[in-house]
């Protein structure tokens, strides 16, 4: 069974406080690891989508990393604007199924 | 549409009552998704449909759960004999390939509240 975990749960930071979220994840081999951000009373935001171990992808101030246990998504100096909910989600190559997975999220708060 | 369209956005009903949900996802995508969204949950799948595949139900979690496509295009997911516990934000996402590609397109969601 595909596992996604992600820590912290919830994390504050004061503006311009660089930080990093993990997604750990276990699947019977990666077809895709997807980021999403998701606004209170909104559906998710789609972020990234790496495909294997040493990709990267940059968007403004979001940097997401993969290996082949977990995915990384650093958050340099970042802005009020920044707060919201971030999912991890896994998609398995084994299979037909492309249902992806979901974590919990990480709930980030950026303090002026 | 631009985007994936849920209505309603919101649904107060008394337990034991049916409710449909409806979702229009993007003009031309084949893959459609539900999952629901508790409080403090993760997102939990639901259904999915592909093209004309038949649909893989194997997240639904009780007979009272249903969910159809019509054409292609829009899906409704039926919730009969409601339980407070079907309280949740069912979101609904749509791609243009089944693998996802370059990631899913959400809807905003109905929040379903049972009472």
Do not use: M
Not at chain 2, 55 to 79: C, H, N, Q, W, Y
Request: hydrophobic content about 30%; some cysteine.
């Amino acid at each position: 069974e595909d596992q996604v975990t992600q820590s912290p749960e919830a994390l504050r930071l004061q503006e311009g406080e660089s930080s990093s979220l993990n997604c750990s994840y276990t699947v019977s081999g990666l077809r895709g690891l997807f980021w999403y951000r998701q606004d209170p009373g909104k559906g998710p935001e789609f972020l990234f989508t790496l495909y294997s171990a040493g990709e990267e992808k940059e968007k403004e101030r979001l940097k997401a990393t993969l290996t082949k246990k977990e995915s990384f998504l650093h958050i340099t100096a970042p802005k009020p604007e920044d707060s919201a909910t971030y999912l991890c989600a896994v998609q398995a190559a084994s299979g037909g199924s492309y249902i992806p997975t979901f974590g919990r999220g990480t709930s980030l708060i950026v303090h002026p | 549409g631009a985007g994936v369209s849920q209505s309603p956005s919101n649904k107060v009903t008394e337990k034991g009552k049916d409710v449909e949900l409806r979702c229009d996802p993007i003009s031309g995508h084949t893959a459609l998704y539900w999952y629901r969204q508790s409080l403090g949950q993760g997102l939990e799948f639901l259904i999915y449909f592909q093209g004309n595949s038949a649909p893989d139900k194997s997240g639904l979690p009780s007979d009272r759960f249903s969910a159809e496509r019509t054409g292609g295009s829009v899906s409704t997911l039926t919730i009969q004999r409601t339980q407070q516990e079907d309280s949740a934000v069912y979101l609904c996402a749509s791609s243009l390939v089944k693998s996802g590609g370059e990631g899913y397109t959400f809807g905003s969601g109905t929040r379903l509240t049972v009472v």
